[in-house]
Nanobody, 119 residues
Framework: QVRLVESGGGLVQAGGSLRLSCAAS????????IAWFRQAPGKEREFVSS????????YYADSVKGRFTISRDNAKNTVYLQMNSLKPEDTAVYYCAVRPLATVEFSSWGQGTQVTVSS
């Protein structure tokens, strides 16, 4: 089973940037899709971005397209979420998760990292 650990959250002013990291242990990412989700207080968890490790294909929610970039470091078995031009509505707990290829469920989740954007 993959163990995921997120880091990089914090408090930033609107317009600022943060880079989140999701490090995997136990297994490599090579046979997974890795995704970032977020959940704001009182709201449902929502998809932010994903990366298919084998192909490098990436996807983004419309709300973050053009501002966030998902990337990977093969050697470190780590996925990053670079977040630029942050807005107060980006405030949430951000989670990374993995979905094995040919499945529909995200089977492992990290503990989450808090991102707070002040206006």
């Amino acid at each position: 089973q993959v163990r995921l650990v997120e880091s990089g959250g914090g408090l930033v002013q609107a317009g600022g940037s943060l880079r989140l990291s999701c490090a995997a242990s136990g297994r490599t990412f090579s046979s997974y899709t890795i995704a970032w989700f977020r959940q704001a207080p009182g709201k449902e968890r929502e998809f932010v971005s994903s990366l298919r490790w084998s192909s490098g294909s990436t996807y983004y929610a419309d709300s973050v397209k053009g501002r966030f970039t998902i990337s990977r470091d093969n050697a470190k078995n780590t996925v990053y979420l670079q977040m630029n031009s942050l807005k107060p509505e980006d405030t949430a707990v951000y989670y990374c998760a993995v979905r094995p290829l040919a499945t529909v469920e995200f089977s492992s989740w990290g503990q989450g990292t808090q991102v707070t954007v002040s206006s």
